[in-house]
């Protein structure tokens, strides 16, 4: 396996920088600890909510300082491509809009409709295409080339910088926090958080959480390489990652305390929580901080712990089959 250099996180003055960028287009978002969500995790627990973004999840940073970059850096640059499940996809088309760039977004096949309607809106083409997500990515370089569009990367620091705003937010208006549980899919949410957390010269753990069925960031975090693993999760289309991306995976081992894996079912019972104590929709991999919470929850008697709720955008059909069970 070749040698992956591990590139530098952001500086401070980068990650404030970014943040005002961000704050031109996004208003901080809150974070709350809700006393029902407190008594059934048995701890304090801080909920960082990226469902309240202008798309309903956390991405949306990210894709304001890239294309803020790519006006400035590549002012010959008419569109983008991406691929995406959804939020990256719709980060990018809000975005683009905003800087006056064309958006093709790319995703595969039997991908969430009321996602892909969202970026219709935001002005993106949509293209469907392949079984996955890696299907999808790999046409997405085959259009670049073909159609002289800008490859827009699901992974990269600049994505990282903008990403890292929410965490910022976090960390200062919440107390301390002991841990933070963080989903990951491709990375840049959970890397955004170490860099923040690591400019403010803070000691807070940070936990990245996966779906079992699609766990290659878990086995590749205990190999110390990429291991594939087909994503075969039903709930969690933001984490249904089956390839670890290199250099975030280098990062994560680095930065993080552990990686662990929630079931889908699990993931559900997770998301009729985070409605039943808060009143909030979280899309499956949005739930999954609090499905590790609450895995574990005897490991975390007398702590104050973070949850970082990454997005809010489930189809309508699939959150009304997971409401119309009972909770445990």
């Known amino acids: 396996m070749p040698v992956v250099t591990i590139p530098t996180l952001p500086s401070f003055a980068e990650l404030e920088s970014a943040a005002q960028l961000v704050h031109r287009f996004v208003p901080p978002t809150p974070q709350y600890s809700w006393p029902l969500l407190n008594q059934r995790a048995g701890c304090e627990v801080w909920t960082k909510h990226e469902n309240h973004t202008p798309v309903g999840a956390f991405k949306i940073r990210g894709g304001i300082v890239y294309m803020d970059w790519l006006r400035r850096t590549h002012p010959e640059a008419k569109g983008v491509i991406s691929a995406t499940r959804g939020n990256h996809g719709q980060s990018q088309a809000f975005a683009a809009r905003h800087f006056g760039l064309g958006a093709v977004v790319v995703v595969p096949l039997g991908n969430s409709r009321e996602k ?59 107390p301390p926090l002991d841990s933070v549980f963080v989903p990951v899919g491709w ?3 959970a890397v955004g958080l170490a860099a923040a957390r690591n400019a403010l010269g803070l000691k807070t753990r940070i936990i990245g959480v996966v779906s079992a069925s699609a766990p290659t960031y878990a086995l590749s975090f205990a190999a110390g390489r990429v291991v594939e693993q087909k994503a075969a999760t039903r709930i969690a289309d933001g984490i249904a990652i089956s390839h670890a991306h ?13 990686v662990v894996q929630v079931t889908d079912d699990e993931i559900e019972d997770a998301m009729r929580a985070i409605f039943t104590d808060t009143h909030n929709v979280a899309e499956g991999a949005g739930a999954a901080a609090v499905a590790a919470l609450l895995k574990d929850r005897q490991a975390w008697s007398g702590k104050r712990v973070g949850v970082v709720l990454s997005g809010g955008n489930v189809d309508r059909e699939a959150f009304a089959r997971v409401m119309a069970k009972e909770l445990p």
């Open 246 to 258: 290199e250099v975030s995976l280098e990062i994560l081992r680095r930065e993080l305390e552990r």
């Open 116 to 174: 892909n309607a969202a970026m219709r809106a935001l002005g993106a083409e949509l293209v469907e295409y392949g079984d996955d997500f890696h299907a999808a990515d790999h046409h997405a370089d085959e259009l670049a080339r073909e159609r002289a569009l800008f490859r827009m990367p699901s992974f990269d620091l600049l994505l990282v910088r903008g990403v890292a705003s929410y965490a910022l937010e976090f960390f200062r208006d919440a």
């Open 187 to 189: 990375g840049s949410g």
